[in-house]
């Protein structure tokens, strides 16, 4: 049986990237936002059906296997809620970037301790809490030992700081809203900022 990654697969990677580092003493401002697409280095078998013409244009059809890689797959953070004691930070991942969401995540985080208070995840049936994960902003103060140098990303070019994390590279940089993060690779895929703003965020798990 042919094993595939799946979207929520993808998700897992994505909401461990901010793990690890101290709480940020930068302000979330309520309704900023970010997108990146990742694009998976996993590769799965899939059937190709290959059509083949031969004398007297008979035609006939032949199916081969090929090794391919899932689809780009997009994903938004946002601070939709603020306060001076806590922040709400969206995880909305998406096949396009302004595709309607395959799920939804919130996390209420703790401004002074940096830590979770509650994380709840849209489902068909509606909202249901989930493990507590560790899922930060990152800022330049938590990379004391980065390299400052230029990266060029869908959203243009930024000066930001490079640095390991975990088995792969982040480049952060103060100006992306709501994470920081312009670039991070990791042997399971690359995340690139696509595009981000100050305000516009919309929440949506309010109904």
Known sequence: MRRRLRWWALLSMLLLLGSGLPPTA????EGAWATYRFESALKRTAPVVYKEVGPGGEVTWRVAEETVSPAPLYVTYAVVKASATEYTLQVATSLEADGPPL??????????????KQSVIRRPKGLIGTVENELRPFREAGLPGGIREEVQVAAGRFTALRA?????????SDQVPAIGLVKAVFPHGTLELVR???SGAKDLLRF
């Not at 930068?26 to 401002?29: N, Y």
Request: glycine share 6%; proline share 3%.
């Open 26 to 29: 930068v302000a979330q401002t």
């Open 103 to 116: 799920s939804v995540t919130q996390i209420v985080v703790d401004r002074k301790t940096g830590k979770a």
């Open 164 to 172: 390991p994390h975990k088995d792969g590279t982040v480049w952060v």
């Open 196 to 198: 981000s703003a100050a």
